[in-house]
């Protein structure tokens, strides 16, 4: 089946340490995004990479980093400088057609939580 | 700037009613498009519909109907004879056609179907 997975589904941090979230899709996307869901409010884009080596910010890059090495991986590391990293994250991806005549499809995320 | 809001936070509705789900969105380009995502208690958003800004039909789709009115710029959402299952959070979503696709999303309504 193709699709989009994430991993963990959970994940605990201490203050002061970096994690790493995966995502990898199968659904041979050249398109890949980050974003970042918070208790009653909308999706933001962190980061989003449209091809392989190459990837841009998003509108709240500051505190994370992303590598897109592989076509089917795009891991996002978030770090010590995310002043406050609790947060739902969901990971897209999508054909990468030029322009908005593409959709994109979601992975399951991953709860971060900072203790 | 695009803005999408959906000013419904919370609906509760008993199961077998019809419930309409609003969206009014903000663009200046002439080309965009409108999404519906919905996002179950597991938490991955799941893809409704895509449409384009030159295309104001209405869509139906078993229990569920879309009405695009450009002249309100609104992008409503119903579900027709409710169920249980459709209680989620139901995001609206717009992107404009260019230099990429950028997903700007409603804060959500979250829809809540009691039996």
């Known amino acids: 089946d193709g699709g989009i997975t994430q991993s963990p589904k959970y994940l605990f941090r201490k203050e002061g340490q970096n994690v790493t979230l995966s995502c990898e899709q199968n659904l041979n996307h050249d398109a890949m995004y980050w974003y970042r869901q918070d208790p009653g409010q909308g999706l933001r884009l962190i980061y989003y990479s449209q091809i392989v080596n190459d990837f841009q910010k998003g509108d709240i890059a500051e505190g994370y980093s992303v590598s897109r090495e592989k076509k089917e991986s795009f891991p996002l590391t978030v770090t010590s400088a995310q002043k406050n990293p609790t947060a739902f994250y969901l990971c897209?991806?999508?054909?990468?057609?030029?322009?908005?005549?593409?959709?994109?499809?979601f992975g399951p995320g991953t709860r971060l939580t900072v203790l | 700037a695009q803005k999408v809001t959906q000013a419904q936070t919370e609906i509760s509705v008993v199961e077998k009613e019809d419930v309409t789900l609003d969206c009014v969105y903000e663009?200046?380009?002439?080309?965009?498009?409108l999404f519906w995502y919905k996002q179950p208690p597991s938490g991955e958003l799941v893809f409704l519909i895509r449409r384009n800004s030159f295309d104001e039909q209405n869509e139906i789709s078993g229990r569920y109907s879309w009405n695009f009115q450009k002249s309100t710029s609104s992008f409503n959402f119903t579900i027709t004879a409710s169920q249980v299952v459709d209680s989620a959070v139901y995001f609206c979503a717009l992107s404009e056609a260019q230099p990429f696709q950028k997903l700007v999303f409603g804060t959500g309504t979250r829809l809540l179907v009691s039996p």
């Open positions: 663009t200046r380009d002439t080309t965009y498009y």
């Open positions: 897209a991806s999508s054909s990468g057609l030029a322009g908005a005549t593409d959709t994109q499809y």
